[in-house]
């Protein structure tokens, strides 16, 4: 229920959110060092952190799953049990993957 | 709308029973997904391993095949797919059909404006006129 929820959300939120982000990103590229430095000095502020590593949870935990609803699809894993359990395993795996990309790289900013 | 054969007497008289699509909807959303589980590797993957992540570093990567292809394919199947989700989810909870035409519009558009945007700045990058 909650992890079915938070595939709409996390979805929503990669859509729009997440999107936009890309296309600043490629923009920025294409329009040299003072761009992409702007963009870098936003991607860098406190609130532009928390945006990104609350896109990255939602980009593993929508993938994840997203994982679970294709082995869903084939008719796997319906057992009240083993269904629970992909749902946590899901949420414990969009946190870990996230921290194994964050902690390394706000370890260095700090 | 057209209405199945095994529609009872009252479903045809509202009109009702199956849309007779959404198939190929549904087997889209996961067609890319599939697709973007792998080019969202790649992405991953690539950042990590690039030796920096500074404007130069970004262009010359994204200049080179290997990084303006994959690129390509990944800002085209993330907007599908972005969209094919957004509009289930408009589907869901906008009732009034009007409204839902209207807004499932507006994301295209925008969807298609965004994507663009991206493919150009892509080509800037890949063919020489970005700095």
């Not at chain 2, 690039?50 to 994204?62: C, G, I, K, V």
């Amino acid at each position: 229920m909650l992890v079915s929820i938070l595939h709409r959300v996390t979805g929503a939120a990669l859509a729009t959110a997440g999107l936009a982000l890309l296309v600043w990103w490629l923009m920025a590229i294409a329009d040299g060092p003072d761009a992409y430095a702007a963009f870098t000095r936003a991607a860098m502020h406190p609130v532009g952190l928390v945006v990104l590593v609350g896109l990255t949870w939602a980009f593993f935990q929508h993938l994840l799953s997203g994982l679970r609803h294709l082995v869903m699809d084939t008719g796997a894993g319906f057992e009240l049990a083993t269904n629970k359990r992909f749902a946590m395993l899901t949420l414990a795996g969009s946190l870990i993957l996230t921290l194994l990309i964050w902690v390394p790289v706000l370890g260095g900013l700090l | 709308m057209s209405v199945g054969e095994s529609a009872t007497p009252l479903g045809t008289v509202e009109g009702l029973g199956s849309a007779r699509e959404g198939g190929e909807h549904w087997l889209a959303e996961r067609v890319t997904s599939a697709a973007l589980l792998l080019l969202g590797a790649w992405l991953i993957a690539s950042l990590l391993f690039l030796p920096s992540l500074d404007q130069r570093t970004m262009a010359e990567w994204l200049s080179t095949p290997g990084g303006a292809v994959p690129m390509a394919l990944l800002v085209v199947t993330a907007f599908v797919h972005a969209l094919d989700g957004m509009k289930v989810v408009v589907d869901d909870y906008v009732h009034d059909a009007g409204n839902r035409f209207a807004l499932n519009t507006l994301l295209l558009f925008v969807a298609v404006g965004a994507a663009s945007l991206a493919l150009f700045a892509l080509g800037r990058i890949a063919f020489g006129g970005a700095a």
